[in-house]
């Protein structure tokens, strides 16, 4: 495992290994998001492992899980969902993603962690392993994928338990910024008038809720990098806001953890370039025997706080579940 201090090292840590070009090798990678809160757990900003192509996953382990404590109360989450509403109303931002925090002792085999998720279909649903500590994901959801000057990327916005359907003008509302954010990112490495998107506010039922999904993608110009890309897409816009910048300003101000593992991203390079990357929602993070979780939404004007405290535990429940867990109790303010 080569543990990184940046996203952009991650190409020429790559090329340095002869990475590129060789056969029978892949690379499974984990870019972190940063927020400027303080990080809950030591985890690199970035990492890279080269591996065989087609090597079998661990056997599994067995693992305990002990009881969950959350970081915010609903309260403190309430007042930054409102704070939020107060920076729209300004004309600050026009929607900001909050995310939650809550964590329990741990004990066992992070690899059966995995197995316990995959009946979820994550994307990418292999543990990742450094030094003292593991991310394992049941994202559901697509940050980048490239094929050749291919590159695409499957946003989600819009949340409900597992077959209701999503029919909420708000949702539909929030799902189109960020899908407007998604596009404007890959103008920015694909030849100009390119961009589309083929698929728009699809309903999928996905990681054990529905949700709404859906696909933007573009010709990368000639000259696109890995590194380009990262630094035009990374963080993904469905965890972070519009416009971007501005809302992970106010995302490092008002959380009071960091995002850990969440919010970033897992996947696998290939030695041509192409590569799958899942955005790191729905994703476990282990170390100094603690697990944590991240859940949360995005937040626009007329988002009520404690639907949106609903929502998240939504989000969470299933994931829980599948490790034999339960959503926390509330905790006081």
Known sequence: ????????????????????????????????HRTGSPE??????????????????????????????????????????????AAIREGDVYQVNLVQHLSAGFAGDPHGVAAALSRLRPL????????????????????LARRGRRVWTCPIKGTRPAGVPVESAKDAAEHVMIVDLERNDL??????????????????????????????????????TLSGLLDAAFPGGSV???????????????????????MGALGTIRPNGDFDLALTIRTFAIAETRIHLWVGGGIVWDSDPYEEIEESWVKARPLLAAIGSAVPEAVPA
């Open 1 to 32: 495992m080569i543990e990184l201090a940046s996203p952009a090292e991650i190409e020429p840590a790559l090329r340095s290994e002869g990475f590129f070009g060789r056969d029978g090798v892949v690379a499974r990678v984990f870019v972190a």
């Open 40 to 85: 809950p757990l030591p985890l690199p900003a970035a990492a890279v492992s080269i591996e065989p192509e087609g090597a079998p996953p661990p056997r599994p382990g067995r693992f305990r899980v002990g009881e969950w404590r959350r970081t915010w109360s609903d309260e403190e989450y309430a007042a930054a969902v409102e704070a939020v509403r």
């Open 124 to 143: 990418e649903p292999r543990a990742l392993l450094g030094g003292g500590w593991a991310v394992v994901s049941a994202s559901p959801e697509l940050f």
């Open 187 to 224: 103008s920015r490495v694909c030849e100009a008038g390119s961009v589309r998107w083929p698929e728009l506010l699809a309903e999928r039922a996905l990681a054990g809720v529905t949700h709404l999904v859906s696909t933007v993608e573009g010709t990368l110009r000639e000259d696109a």
């Open 240 to 262: 972070t806001g519009a416009p971007k910048l501005a809302a992970c300003g106010l995302i490092g101000r008002l959380e009071p953890v960091g995002r850990g593992a969440s």
